[in-house]
């Protein structure tokens, strides 16, 4: 489901953790995280937050520090390699005696000035909050978005088990047009009526063309979507997925089945819907 957030968490005084969140369709949780070097060691934190709260979507997350205008970070000496530095210097100056060094030159050192670095714990506790804050306004744009969508769902599933339930309503009639087709042919024929051989026939015909299990499914199967779409807690599309799945394979064998225009017709109008419906899915939590 889409969706979108930014948020910014101090770390310390004039320094920030800044954070914005993508959310699109996926059927799978797909997180990517891109964090600057010096927040890469976060990684493993986050993608726990994130997929303890989400379970499907590609999401991308977005973490950076910033500092205020002006801010002045505080800077440290590495000693270590202030000694090794002049020691160096002393035994040079032992082989060079007019060897003079800037002080500029020697400060400007890779390494020895460097600038005082901020505390893990405190980093990751701001990340935390930064993450949590993100994934929070995440999942509020794709609830809204959910229950917007469920609301067509719900249309939809509510008009197949309508479908089905007029089409079952049809069974007696259709199984006495059979048996009246049957007759009608045997007496093109002008052949002997055996009354048990025409009870086997038309048995045999009706087991061939009686859909009203498949019927009975999808009306089951669509309850049990409608009590999902109901539910105000956890994660459904994964479980209504695979109800789908199973009201295609019933909608397919409807359609195989089908002994005249208005079945078939519903068979097809249901095979749409239920792709309809899929395609959907992939949006839900």
Do not use: C, Y
């Amino acid at each position: 489901m889409t969706a979108f957030a930014a948020a910014r968490v101090p770390v310390r005084s004039a320094v920030w953790v800044l954070g914005e969140a993508r959310s699109v369709n996926h059927r799978h949780l797909e997180l990517l995280l891109r964090l600057p070097e010096a927040l890469r060691w976060l990684e493993p934190f986050l993608r726990e937050q994130w997929t303890a709260k989400l379970s499907r979507g590609k999401v991308e997350v977005f973490l950076r520090l910033e500092r205020d205008p002006g801010f002045e970070p505080a800077l440290a000496l590495d000693e270590a390699l202030a000694r090794r530095l002049g020691a160096l210097l002393n035994q040079l100056s032992q082989w060079v005696p007019a060897l003079r060094v800037d002080a500029g030159a020697l400060l400007a050192w890779p390494g020895l000035i460097r600038e005082v670095e901020i505390p893990q714990e405190e980093l990751l506790a701001a990340a935390n909050a930064l993450s949590g804050e993100l994934i929070g306004r995440i999942e509020a744009e794709r609830r809204r978005e959910g229950h917007a969508l469920a609301g067509t769902m719900r249309s939809k599933l509510e008009a197949l088990a309508a479908g089905a339930a007029r089409q079952r309503e049809r069974m007696p009639a259709l199984r006495e047009a059979a048996r009246a087709r049957l007759l009608g042919r045997l007496r093109e024929l002008r052949a002997e009526v055996d009354e048990q051989r025409i009870a086997q026939e038309l048995a045999l015909l009706l087991a061939r063309s009686d859909v009203a299990e498949e019927l009975e499914r999808i009306e089951v199967h669509v309850a049990e979507a409608l009590r999902l779409l109901g539910e105000s807690e956890g994660a459904i599309g994964r479980r209504l997925d695979f109800l789908l799945q199973e009201l295609a394979r019933e909608a397919n064998t409807l359609a195989a089945k089908a002994a005249d225009l208005e079945l078939g017709g519903f068979a097809l109008e249901a095979r749409v819907m239920i792709e309809q419906l899929r395609e959907q899915v992939q949006n839900l939590e």
